[in-house]
T-cell receptor, first 112, second 117 residues
């Protein structure tokens, strides 16, 4: 059975802290993995990862994929209250057709 | 700007009525679209994959007669919640993938919040 597990489920930190969010997956015919940030409505795209060991960066956010160990991490440095959101990972894989399955999500709250 | 639109953004209906939600890709053709639902404080749950020109593929546990999906064209998929009940109240989100080798991505619609009284 295809599954995606994120940890921790929730996290409360103070502004300026660094956080690491984890995503482990077990899917057939993996193609890529996407990270999203969801605040009040639909998720917004953060990163797409296809190759192991290549870090992607966008400002204070960075992410990396390990296809051997089947996990990805999302790092946020110098957190701000605006980073408070649910962070979702979603591997893209084929099971007849292409599809995404979302992880459980990590709910991050950054306190001022 | 938005590349996937969803309509309506919010709907309140009485129990027993049917509700149709539209999902449109605005500047690209989408042979596949995905429909998700999300309960409060939970992740997105894939309900079905909508395929242009063929039947939708439903995930395990999702009633195909309850959630009718029609992929009428390369830019439009509709989800109809038939005979809605309060337990169908949820946030429904569609998405359209763009798969292009190193630039796979998935564009989400803004979502539809359904409240069944």
């Amino acid at each position: 059975e295809d599954k995606v597990v994120q940890s921790p489920l929730s996290l409360v930190v103070h502004e300026g802290d660094t956080v690491t969010l984890n995503c482990s997956y077990e899917v057939t015919n993996f193609r890529s993995l996407l990270w999203y940030k969801q605040e009040k409505k639909a998720p917004t795209f953060l990163f797409m990862l296809t190759s192991s060991g290549i870090e992607k960066k966008s400002g204070r956010l960075s992410s990396i994929l390990d296809k051997k160990e089947l996990f990805s991490i999302l790092n946020i440095t110098a957190t701000q209250t605006g980073d408070s959101a649910i962070y979702l990972c979603a591997p893209l894989f084929t099971s007849g057709t292409y599809k995404y399955i979302f992880g459980t999500g990590t709910r991050l709250k950054v306190l001022a | 700007g938005a590349v996937v639109s969803q309509h309506p953004s919010r709907v309140i209906c009485k129990s027993g009525t049917s509700v149709k939600i539209e999902c449109r890709s605005l500047d690209f053709q989408a042979t596949t679209m995905f429909w998700y639902r999300q309960f409060p404080k939970q992740s997105l749950m894939l309900m079905a994959t909508s395929n242009e020109g063929s039947k939708a593929t439903y995930e395990q546990g999702v009633e195909k007669d309850k959630f009718l999906i029609n992929h009428a064209s390369l830019t439009l998929s509709t989800l109809t919640v038939t005979s809605a009940h309060p337990e169908d109240s949820s946030f429904y989100i569609c998405s359209a993938p763009r798969l292009a080798g190193s630039t796979d991505t998935q564009y989400f619609g803004p979502g539809t919040r359904l409240t069944v009284l």
